[in-house]
């Protein structure tokens, strides 16, 4: 017996990607619908072999289903996620909304997946920010080992993260840069974005940091361990899907390079891929449509005590955001509903 599956904001990048990953994943469908605004509404999306018609969110009942999850913005999913939760319908938020609130779970489910349990404090759980996801997937089994003691990151984000604006306009502007009487200002992002990298995304907070970096702070310190301390730089980067990390970390314990590398081989949602030779790495065009969460460049940092460099790539699309929550209602169904 399979679930009654919702997906809200079907008609987004991210909609899609999840109703794609269902799909490949078999997760076991009694009924899905698919919702979207009102502007969208009638709009088509693939599922499988199927083409469904998108509903009004609006408009839609929730009582009866078991799961929905959900791909729209922060003010839509302040409206009807708790409306879908009362009804009885676990939410499963890709927006930020939720992601700080203590009485819901923020989960990765390669690292914190006891935390499943607590769902039922407000029949809601987060999914967290796109590039807190493939980082803390990473962090976990060497904190595991040696206790992480300091993070510093440097992202390299793709501009599929701020949406299928920020895909068009990068599309465009590489397009107008070989044609000089068709100016493409920057509307989606602050500066140009084509041929150019931008170290801003969100808004700016009072310390000079961004709220990008705030989220990777305060996401990494709720899914993994509330005493590492969390530095970040996040740069938006001219890659249409793909973020990618520099990640330097401070251990407590000693961790030889060589070890760190089994352990990232034998944990769930890793590849290695860590030849110190051209091409031995894995870049973001690789990582596209890929489940995994890849490492490449692992070696000793010498500055300090206890130190490892390493390089994360991964499809934000997918475990940034669709997969994870896919994942998250696979965890859900296994250790929590248990129909199918």
Known sequence: MGYKVVVVGATGNVGREMLNILDEREFPIEEIAVLASRKSLG???????????TQDLEAFDFTGWDMALFAVGSEATKVHAPK?????????DNSSL??????????????????????????????????????VVALKPLHDRATIKRVVVSTYQSVS?????????????????????????????TKQIAFNVIPHIDVFLDDGSTKEEWKMVAETKKIVDKNIKVTATCVRVPVFVGHSEAINI????????????????????????????????VTPVE????????????????????????????DNLRKGAALNAVQIAELLGRECLKKG
């Open 84 to 92: 879908a939760a009362a009804a009885g319908c676990v939410v499963i």
């Open 287 to 314: 990582c596209v449509g890929d489940f995994a969460t890849f490492i490449s460049r692992i070696r000793q940092d010498s500055t300090i005590d206890n130190g490892l460099n390493l390089w994360c790539v991964s």
């Open 250 to 281: 401070e251990f407590e314990d000693h961790l030889d390079e060589d070890e760190a590398r089994e352990i990232l081989r034998q944990s769930p949602g890793i590849m290695v891929i860590d030849k110190r030779e051209d091409g031995g790495y």
């Open 161 to 189: 993260g701020a949406g299928k604006g920020g895909i068009d306009e990068l599309w465009d502007q590489t397009k107008s840069m070989y044609n000089p009487t068709d100016d493409k200002p920057a509307k989606q992002f």
């Open 98 to 135: 939720y992601r700080y609130d203590p009485d819901i779970p923020l989960i990765v489910p390669e690292v914190n997946a006891d935390a499943i349990h607590d769902y039922s404090k407000k029949n809601i759980i987060a999914n967290p920010n796109c590039s807190t996801a493939q980082m």
């Open 43 to 53: 709009t088509e999306v693939s599922f499988g072999d199927k083409t469904l018609k």
